[in-house]
């Protein structure tokens, strides 16, 4: 039986952000991979252990939570396993779903199984770890419990090792995600929080609020401070901060493009997110929207010692592309100073005020974590530093602006390394960019015999020409994940648990309601993304980013369900006409079922008001040339066997199918652009489909490849239509 059966018949993708994943790489042998313990305020309170083995997680759901004490043994209820993806898996759960409730990722890690490989070991009702993680260490036990009434109960258990206490309550110290830095109970208003963080910058003295902060978040030169030549220090008034042996980045994050700054030795700034993946998931989680830290990327050898190889490693690993890293090299963001909230400038803030605020931000154990604080006088700060292996200290007198006053005191205890880290970013780009298509030969389109690959392969092969449609637009997907024949659903966010190279855009799905944040589409492996998500029409909408109060097109769709298509040939064939009377472009392409499509190009700066108004006019000029054979009735039982021409499909919430999108129909049919003499009795909107559109393109080229390129002059055409009306 598939691993992930049970996970996915207790919940309704629909209505749940939990991602669903298939099975994934069929290792048989785990001897090491990753996990995770959520809390999740379900029902009933509790933890989520969760295991890799075999390329999915084994859950466990643990009532009381692990504890630090051997003689502590935990009820751990065995559960279904969840997909591999569900490691980063940080949401609320929506009432009335299967496990209702906010989920954050309390500790995550690395895990070692230290009796053989982990399938023999549960096959047996017992297994041993080791764990790497923000918050648990060392050696724990689960076993199961032989007699048991209940079903599948297990003990959890810490073993005797230096990382076991009797003392410590690991969940009461330590109760923060290490994601995103909040609690449980915060997650719901996560949105609220940043919020509130913002207005807080915003009344510090001196903050100043600036819409434009591109100096910041799209740097080219260094916008960090720099030490300056050291100066006599007053006894009091100054607090320290260590100096981590690691790379000072300028870390931001502009809503969900996040990106980490590193200033090479040139004085070049480069970005350097693409090999630390896990940061950039930290940094999205955070509550504000917008931010830009002065920090440290730092990773720690296994004593706990800030180590430049590690980092160095780090690196190398993921230029290879090695799956694991973030979880067994893993690296955190330690921040010093935050320079903006929002658009509240902080860099004038008293070195104090702006120091809050991080803290507020953030906890001590997480990804992405406060500097830790330095008490004392210099020779005891010197002398914690020298414990701690921490290379440096930096004094900041009170009150002192961001880059003010600094003075940067060397400890003794670490020569920084003088070898660079190989940031080759094309190269780690390359190796994480990757999408590797799993279950490839699940059947997809049972009658024509094609399969999950024969779809990806298609959007890969048709990406250049479609990815114009896309570009800059939201888009919304409606994944099958069993073929055209199994349970589909509507995916307007994106799940939580995608790569971090993808990007999203947040617009606005329906009219007042909530906003989404859709994927981004606009690259190829992007687009393969989608497609292994088993998604097969893409829908878009007819605006671009970052103007989505604006058409820059509008659709005519002649929808002939009641009618036949030789008359909605007709009809466009009209339209074509007044077009062309009235001045405006005009693009037909089959909807890929039984209908007909013309979208009509507005140029920049039309409102949905007038992209709305022109399809009406053109919709009643239609009916009134053949009353016969169109209607614009809404209401069906009303239309007669008239083709129904529906203008309604253009606004601010409404999708149409993009040009060269598959339909989730028998045969595979492609929503296909035509030239104007296609547009004609005998065409057959069923010889295109996911097998022929490729070679169609290669060979004609796409008839509406200037859909987007063309500027009418709308207004002129808006008197021309008026006039054309009622002269019939
Ligand atoms: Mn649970």
Redesign the pocket.
């Known amino acids: 039986m598939p691993k992930l059966d049970e996970y996915r018949r207790k919940r309704n993708e629909g209505a749940t952000n939990e991602p669903f994943g298939d099975d994934g790489a069929h290792a048989t042998a785990t001897l090491a991979g990753a996990f995770v313990v959520?809390l999740?305020d379900?029902t009933r309170r509790?933890y989520?252990l969760r295991l890799e083995v075999g390329g999915v997680l084994a859950?466990f759901?643990v009532p009381r939570g692990p504890s630090l004490d051997p003689d502590a043994k935990h009820l751990a209820m065995k559960?279904e396993d969840h997909p591999f993806e569900y490691l980063e898996f940080e949401d609320v759960i929506p009432a009335g779903q299967y496990?209702a409730g906010p989920?954050i990722v309390w500790d995550r890690g690395f895990v070692e199984y230290l009796e053989g490989p982990a399938e023999e070991e549960l096959a047996n009702d017992k297994l041993h770890v080791r764990v790497h993680g923000f918050k648990l260490r060392g050696a724990f036990a689960l076993v199961k419990l032989k007699k048991s009434a209940k079903g599948d109960e297990w003990l959890l258990f810490k073993k005797a090792d230096e990382h076991a206490s009797t003392a410590r309550d690991v969940l009461a110290e330590l109760p923060r995600s290490v994601l995103s830095g909040l609690t449980v109970e915060e997650l719901a208003r996560r949105g609220r929080i940043g919020d509130e963080l913002v207005a807080k910058a915003a009344r510090a003295k001196r903050a100043t609020r600036r819409a434009n902060l591109a100096e910041l978040f799209r740097p080219t030169a260094r916008v960090l401070a720099t030490a300056q030549k050291p100066t006599a220090v007053p006894p009091d008034g100054v607090r320290y901060d260590a100096e981590l042996d690691g790379l000072r980045v300028l870390a931001t994050k502009d809503d969900d493009v996040v990106a980490l700054h590193l200033e090479d030795a040139q004085g070049t700034v480069r970005p350097i997110e693409a090999f630390y993946p896990d940061v950039v998931r930290a940094l999205r989680s955070l509550a504000p929207a917008r931010l830009a830290l002065d920090a440290t990327l730092v990773a720690f050898d296994p004593s706990g010692r800030p180590s430049f190889t590690r980092l160095a490693e780090r690196a190398t690993k993921v230029r290879r592309g090695d799956r694991h890293v973030v979880h067994a090299v893993p690296v955190v963001l330690v921040v010093e100073d935050v320079l903006a909230l929002g658009d509240v400038d902080l860099r004038d803030v008293a070195f104090e005020a702006r120091r809050e605020l991080v803290e507020r931000l953030l906890p001590a154990a997480a990804v992405v974590r406060a500097a830790p604080a330095l008490a004392g006088d210099l020779d005891t700060v010197r002398g914690a530093c020298a414990a701690l292996g921490i290379g440096g200290v930096v004094a900041k007198p009170r009150g002192a602006r961001y880059g003010e006053g600094w003075t940067r005191h060397p400890t003794g205890t670490s020569i920084r390394p003088r070898v660079a880290i190989d940031h080759g970013a094309d190269d780690a780009r390359a190796a994480l960019r990757r999408v590797d298509v799993t279950n490839r030969s699940k059947i997809f389109f049972p009658d024509a015999r094609l399969t999950k690959g024969d779809l990806c392969d298609y959007y890969a092969a048709v990406a250049d020409v479609i990815l114009r449609y896309l570009h800059a637009r939201p888009i919304i997907l409606v994944r099958y994940p069993d073929g055209i024949e199994g349970k589909s659903f509507f995916q307007w966010n994106v799940p939580p648990g995608m790569p971090p190279w993808v990007r999203t855009l947040t617009f606005r799905a329906e009219d007042e309601g909530a906003m989404r944040r859709g994927f981004f589409v606009d690259d190829p492996t992007t687009l393969l993304y989608v497609s292994n998500l088993g998604n097969i029409p893409i829908h878009i909408l007819a605006c671009r980013a970052p103007d989505l109060a604006q058409a820059d097109f509008f659709t005519i769709d002649f929808d002939v369900k009641q009618s036949e298509l030789r008359h909605a040939v007709t009809l466009a064939q009209t339209l074509k006409g007044v077009l062309d009377a009235a001045g405006l472009p005009g693009f037909a392409k089959t909807s890929g079922q039984t209908g007909l499509h013309v979208l009509c190009p507005l140029g920049p700066g039309q409102s949905w008001g007038t992209a709305r108004a022109l399809a009406e006019l053109l919709g009643r000029v239609l009916v009134e040339r053949h009353p016969d054979l169109a209607t614009m009735e809404r209401v069906v039982g009303r239309r007669g066997a008239k083709v129904y021409v529906d203008t309604g499909q253009t606004g601010a919430t409404r999708a149409i199918v993009a040009p060269y999108s598959v339909r989730a129909v028998p045969g595979a049919t492609v929503s296909t652009p035509l030239a104007w003499d296609e547009v004609e009795p005998a065409l057959d909107p069923r010889a295109f489909t996911l097998r022929t559109v490729p070679h169609r393109l290669a060979k004609h080229g796409d008839p509406m490849k200037d859909l987007l390129h063309v500027r009418p002059d709308v207004p002129a055409a808006v008197a021309k239509l008026a006039a054309l009306l009622g002269r019939g």
């Open positions: 959520h999740h379900a509790h989520d859950s759901a559960t496990g989920m």
